[in-house]
């Protein structure tokens, strides 16, 4: 952070100003756009405004004791997005999407709201992965069908097969009135889902070179 004089209400302050874009996470000079002293609160609100040109988003930081000097929250703020392989995003990005949402979710404390959203990307996640290698005639069939059967009778991949069941088995805690999994939380859903990720990622680039590069 680089301290940077602000003037709410006719009083000079010199604050630490955030480097970090909460929106885009660029780092770079942050401008100050306005100060003004919060009415309600013991503390003083600043604008700031992203320095990259491809973000250029206003936020706000509030600040507070001692001397209303520190800094106490900065909003909106969105999280970090997950980036996933490119080939993962053609094959699926409904998922991309839906997990994007969930995760803002997530970063805004609305567990509740998140858990199902998590739940319903992976589910994207798996019947498009299975679509993609079926033929056309068989992706109505598979759209249609509970996410547990398609797992069970399309899935080759042990190891996709497996992780992909304890996915849905969390997921499904994330819907349903009652826990079946009380150990486990969102936190083993997602390392699930980045773990399926994974092996089909690992599992499309494998055929991908075989085909490419048949034995002679």
């Known amino acids: 952070m680089l301290k940077k004089p602000i003037n709410p209400a006719g009083h000079s302050y ?4 955030p480097d970090q874009c909460p929106l885009c996470h660029r780092y770079g000079d942050t401008q100050v756009v306005a100060a003004y002293a919060a ?22 930081g509030t600040y507070g004791a001692p001397n209303l000097t520190q800094l106490i929250s900065l909003a909106p703020a969105e999280p ?15 998922f ?6 969930a995760a803002i979710a997530q970063h805004s404390n609305l ?3 998140a858990g199902p959203g998590f739940r319903k990307a992976f589910e994207f996640l798996v019947k498009d992965y299975v679509k ?3 033929p056309p005639e068989q992706h109505p069939t598979i759209e249609r069908s509970p996410l547990g059967t398609v797992i069970e009778d399309l899935i080759e991949d042990p190891r996709i097969k497996g992780l992909a069941k304890r996915a849905t088995w969390l997921g499904n805690d994330e819907v349903h009135y009652l826990r079946k999994w009380e150990g486990k939380d969102l936190g083993d859903l ?4 980045d773990l399926t990720v994974y092996w089909i990622e690992s599992e499309r680039l494998s055929k991908h ?3 490419e590069m048949p034995e002679g």
């Open 209 to 211: 070179y075989q085909s």
């Open 14 to 17: 010199s604050v630490d100003v």
């Open 80 to 94: 970090d997005p997950r980036r996933f392989p490119d080939s993962l995003a053609k094959v699926s990005p409904t």
């Open 96 to 101: 991309v999407n839906v997990y994007k949402e």
């Open 190 to 193: 997602l390392t699930l889902i």
């Open 39 to 60: 009415k309600g609160i013991l503390g003083v609100q600043v604008v700031f405004r992203c320095a990259f040109p491809e973000c250029g988003r206003l936020f706000i």
């Open 111 to 113: 567990g509740q709201v």
């Open 132 to 134: 993609s290698m079926s």
